[in-house]
């Protein structure tokens, strides 16, 4: 089974910026659709943002879209996203996630029945 670590997460006043990283430890990474994903407290895991295989094809959730920017680096096995001009309502925790399945290269999932790897997850808080 995969392996996938988030790490970045923190505390950041509204209108800054942080960025995430995930590493798996598959060496087939390079095969996986990768996204990032969301949830507060006391809500359902939300998308957040999705790469396809090749890096070539991105898609965001309306809420993030134009101030996050997501990214892979497949020689590193790695996925990050940049977050800008963070909002309180982007507080969460923030889970990097895999679907391992062999898909098209253009595949851009967006949700969580749609992968089958995830993180622990990386804490982010934005104050008002």
């Known amino acids: 089974q995969v392996q996938l670590v988030e790490s970045g997460g923190g505390l950041v006043q509204a209108g800054g910026s942080l960025s995430l990283s995930c590493v798996a430890s598959?060496?087939?990474?390079?095969?996986?659709?990768m996204g990032w994903f969301r949830q507060a407290p006391g809500k359902e895991r939300e998308f957040v943002a999705t790469?396809?295989?090749?890096?070539?094809?991105?898609k965001y959730a309306d809420s993030v879209k134009d101030r996050f920017f997501i990214s892979r680096d497949n020689d590193k096995n790695t996925v990050a996203l940049q977050m800008s001009s963070l909002k309180p309502e982007d507080t969460a925790t923030y889970y990097c996630?895999?679907?391992?399945?062999?898909?098209?290269?253009?595949?851009?999932?967006?949700?969580?029945?749609?992968?089958?790897?995830w993180g622990q997850g990386t804490q982010v808080a934005v104050s008002s």
């Open positions: 996630a895999a679907s391992t399945t062999i898909r098209s290269r253009w595949y851009t999932p967006s949700q969580v029945s749609e992968y089958d790897a």
């Open positions: 598959a060496r087939t990474f390079s095969t996986y659709t």
């Open positions: 790469i396809s295989r090749s890096g070539g094809s991105t």
